[in-house]
């Protein structure tokens, strides 16, 4: 990590209006996809998201390249406000075209994100055409082919002049991450970049993110709901895996940490959940009281899982955690990291106990 952070959030809050019901219009909840996050971002950092679908990963990915604005807090860019760059108030030093071509996405579909009817070419022609525009046909060509074969796609003649449907998921997904790092970023967004490929394939498409990752100097936030690619690829890079749940990131910190000692009991969750992390002898059943997520639009008050948690006591469910720092970059939302916490003299929550709500402002 730099000194100063490449992508810094701040209490970043994404707030979306749902509609309360199927034939009820007159009426809308919100639901808090990320609230409240803090997050810095690095030079040629490695940050991976992982929870369950539904918990604010991609929303929270999508508002540190910019494209999500937030409801709440701020995101900036070397200090710019991206927000700000956009809408021309304030003071700008950056410009937002700038801030956008440095803040690049992989889709987790790369087949849906490339245009059917245009060629390899003529798709990786796109962004250096738009910014560089000095650069003539030749020279485009030579960039291209000389990225397609560095991602291993030979002969790169061949390739180049291949339609999206005659290339393999992997394939398609490696078109997409050329495409992204021919805009020279500083921090691209992988989200769920290999999810949809074969399990043999994943492997490599992590390795080749990590070799373009050196070349480029590029940073990742890496979006998976699987725990053991999230290790993987921030173990060998060097990053962080950070834990999201409701909208809150309530763990974050190396990886061998998070896996091997992890502090938050819904970390213990997603690890129990990944069969290549459980450990001899490690329960049969899960480590949480209750299966079911609860409902985003009205999530429980206090701690948010501590309708699930098998850790929970009274002060769990008045009182939202602070994010505590247990040194080396690790992070975590839980009154179990402080001793000193009235937390330990209140009585544990039992099933048969009402479920408190966060208070709806409306009513």
Known sequence: MSDEPLVSLENAE???????????????????????????????????????????KTTLGKTAIGLQRPTGGSVNYRGQDIWDAKDGSGDVDIPYNEIRRSLQIIHQDPGSSLNPNRKVLGTLEAPLKRWQPDMSSGDRRREIVKMLEAVGMTPAADYAGRYPHQLSGGEQQRIALIRALLMDPDLILADEAISALDVSLRVDMMDLMLELQGQFNTSFVFVSHDLANARYLASHAGGRIGVMYLGELIEVGPPEQIINDPQHPYTKVLRWATPDLRTVGEAEEP???NIDIPDPKNPPSGCRFHTRCPEARDACMGQSPESYDLGSGHRVRCFRSDDDHDYWSSPPVTDDEPTPRTPDPST
């Open 14 to 56: 994404v707030h979306f209006e749902a509609e309360s019901g199927l034939f009820d219009f007159s009426d809308t909840d919100v639901v808090r996809a990320v609230d409240g996050v803090s997050l810095d971002i690095g030079e040629q950092d490695v940050v991976a998201l992982v929870g369950e679908s539904g918990c604010g």
């Open 287 to 289: 480590p949480v009281r």
